[in-house]
């Protein structure tokens, strides 16, 4: 009997009952909870995508997780090509600009990366991508919010590697991948990956005739491992990214302010502004682990990653300074973790030291030609933080297990702060620059001029058991408490908002969720769900806009208190031998408890950001076996996101539900030392925004997700 993809998915909706020959699903390993484990063992909310699953799905960067993983928002941020917009059950951060932190945390190997830019990571030598879903700070080094995003690469086996891999597509797409390993002697293995993804753009500079949305990215790491004894294994490691895409402006919803008509294609820009834009990541990390007995193992975590990014954002994109922003950042980051892990009978412990002390600066101009003034704002931030976490999980009956977790968080920022109005267009920071051969904008007065510090410290506890229902399913109920410190607005203005100076106050959320994680029908069908409500406090919402009287105010405000509950679902069933089906489900029922503006609740008037109330994806996968041996698997991909908010305020900006369709095709030699594959993205050619800036009329701006493409892949393993 011959299977036609479309049909099974049909019978499957419909709940057809299929009788074959005893497929059944692969174990998936996660290290959730810092060990490797079976995914159906751990009472976590998780996503796991190995590198398989990667290629088959044409993922190519971080941004393409979001349709695999339920209730998660992961986009290229407004106005950028790399930097990272995440939301994770509707906690992230929406705003890039120094001296905030992330709501998700990003983690490569276990290194806690600390700023948005250049985190928009391309797929390069993973072994797997982890998604885990809720606060995270028992089990890892720094505290998150919201969740983690975890990339994980392969331990190096010995053995001589080469392989080598690429994609030519739509929009003249160009890739090339080349990674490789061996061993140096017999206890040391060294490797390395090289990578260029280049792509001309969606859409082009109506007056300069140059790309945009387009990518010219370089990247590469190098790894030496050391393994000296079964007990003892170091692995020192070193990557670099240089991202040049072309500066990414927003379409405009209505004419510009001299009258220029709308452009036709959602992608076009008639900015003035340079298409330079320079987003540059590097770090290098230690990491050692000695398994003291068969029961204890310490690990030692010791990393530093630095960045630095030139960008322009023409809010107005005209052919004209009415809203130009050029803008510089930079940071750097040193993180040490000391781990200790025991494992007995029936309890372990995983504990830990985590320190982190990093700056993060930068400055931009707003440059409001419209009226003939500039706006700088320029500043720095010098974070550390020091932490101590534990979890503890014992085996109290056959079935049963208790787990519980804490941890003690210790924050300090000390900010440098300064805003000023200058008269004319750019100030001499950026007037060589982005305004070459006229006089720079002259010094009028601060607005903004303070240094200041502040400390927070906060424990967040966990708690939660699970029920060994049998060697099939288990169900877990849990409490975790998440943390996210103060800060400074470095846009603040306290010439009209004095309370500026003293920054803003920590937000914390409590968790509570239950789950269950099962394979069923003699491991045919795998059926994880989790339902959960988090009571979200004191939220730091920021609120900018234009001034009628010239220049632009900031505010970062403990606004809100809100409630989030919903309901995440993922299911894989092994059909036959040849076709498994996958679906997800996501549902967010969000509101805002308290939303203080100007003094007044308007929390009936607010809702969530970049969290629309449903998720949704369903794929078949479905392999064909060929005569020679090989293997043609097909992937059609159906997923669904409701109407999104983009910032908490209704506005033009909101984007509708929508639907994208891919499909890849790829073809397995029967070595297994190649492949080839076909794959189509937004088959439907749907348009949809995943950003924007909304400072009204003219300045209400979006940013859209990538149009139809298709591409030719292959990798050879030498």
């Not at 070459?436 to 009028?444: I, M, N």
Request: aromatic share 10%.
């Amino acid at each position: 009997m011959k299977f036609n993809p479309l049909a099974a998915g049909i019978m499957l909706a419909c709940g057809a009952s299929l009788a074959y020959a005893d497929p059944q699903l692969e174990e998936v390993t996660v290290t959730a909870q810092k060990r490797e484990q079976s995914m159906q063992e751990v009472p976590v909310a998780v996503t796991a995508i190995n590198s398989d699953q990667l290629m088959q799905n044409g993922v190519s960067d971080l941004t393409d997780i979001q349709k695999l993983s339920p209730n998660t928002t992961l986009q290229a941020s407004r106005g950028t090509n790399s930097t990272l917009t995440a939301f994770i059950r509707g906690i992230g951060q929406q705003d890039p600009l120094w001296g905030f932190e992330p709501g998700v945390g990003i983690y490569i190997d276990d290194v806690y990366v600390a700023r948005p830019q250049g985190a928009v990571l391309d797929i390069l030598d993973v072994d797997r991508v982890e998604v885990l879903r809720g606060p995270q700070g028992t089990l890892y080094g720094k505290n998150t919010i919201g969740g983690a995003v975890k990339y994980v690469t392969k331990k190096m086996t010995g053995d001589t590697e080469l392989k080598i891999g690429g994609g030519l597509g739509s929009y003249n797409q160009r890739d090339l991948k080349v990674a490789g390993s061996t061993a140096i002697s017999d206890t040391v293995n060294i490797g390395g990956a090289i990578a260029s993804f280049q792509r001309d753009g969606y859409g082009e500079n109506v007056v300069t005739g140059k790309d945009q949305y387009n990518k010219d990215i370089i990247s590469g790491r190098i790894a030496v491992e050391w393994n000296p004894s079964e007990a003892v294994w170091v692995r020192f490691a070193g990557d670099k990214t240089v991202d040049e895409s072309a500066s990414k402006h927003g379409h405009r919803f209505a004419p510009g302010l001299g009258g220029e008509p709308v452009l036709d294609s959602i992608y076009d820009t008639e900015s003035n502004m340079t298409s330079d834009n320079l987003v540059e990541t590097s770090g290098v990390s230690l990491i050692a682990e000695w398994e003291m007995s068969d029961s204890v193992t310490v690990k030692s975590i010791t990393a530093y990653r630095q960045g630095e990014t030139e960008t322009a954002i023409d809010f107005d994109s005209v052919n004209r300074s009415d809203f130009d922003v050029p803008a510089y950042y930079e940071d750097d980051q040193t993180t040490q973790e000391f781990q200790l892990i025991w494992q007995g009978d029936n309890a372990d412990l995983v504990s830990g030291l985590y320190y982190y002390t990093g700056t993060a600066a930068g400055a931009f101009d707003a440059v409001l030609g419209y009226i003939n003034l500039t706006q700088q704002v320029a500043g720095s931030v010098d974070t550390t933080s020091l932490s101590a976490y534990a979890h503890y999980n014992w085996q109290f009956a056959e079935a049963w297990n208790l787990s519980v977790g804490g941890r003690y968080t210790k924050d300090e920022k000390d900010a440098e702060v300064f805003k000023a109005n200058f008269a004319g267009l750019y100030s001499p920071l950026f007037a060589d620059k982005y305004n070459p051969g006229q006089p720079a904008a002259v010094f009028l007065g601060a607005l903004t001029d303070y240094q200041n510090s502040d400390s927070w410290g906060q424990f967040t506890p966990h708690l939660g058991v699970d029920f060994q229902v049998n060697d099939d399913v288990l169900l877990y109920a849990k409490y975790s408490a998440g943390f996210k410190s103060g800060g400074f607005d470095m846009r603040g203005d306290a010439s009209t908002l004095p309370s500026t100076v003293d920054g803003f106050d920590p937000e914390t959320v409590d968790t509570y969720e239950f789950g269950v994680k099962s394979d069923l029908f003699n491991n045919r069908l795998r059926l994880n769900a989790a339902a959960f409500r988090a009571d979200y406090d004191d939220m730091q919402v920021t609120i900018q806009q234009l001034n009628p009287g010239g220049g632009f105010s900031s505010a970062v405000l403990n606004a809100g208190q809100a409630r989030i509950q919903g309901l995440e679902l993922e299911a894989t069933l092994a059909m036959t031998d040849n076709l498994l089906a996958n679906f997800s489900l996501g549902l967010a029922d969000t509101e805002f408890v308290e939303f203080i503006s100007g003094g007044v609740d308007v929390s009936d008037e607010r809702d969530m950001q970049n969290t629309p109330d449903t998720t949704a994806m369903f794929q078949l996968n479905y392999s064909v076996p060929m005569g020679n041996g090989g293997e043609l698997v097909f992937l059609p991909t159906v997923s669904y996101r409701a109407d999104t908010q983009i910032f908490e305020t209704p506005s033009i900006l909101d984007q509708d539900a929508y639907t994208l369709v891919d499909m890849t095709a790829t073809y397995y030699s029967a070595a297994g030392n190649w492949n080839l594959g076909l794959a189509g993205k937004n088959l439907t050619d749907e348009e949809y925004r995943v950003g924007g800036y909304g400072f009204g009329g003219a300045f209400d701006t979006g940013f859209y997700g990538a149009p139809r493409t298709i591409a030719l892949t292959g990798n050879y393993n030498f």
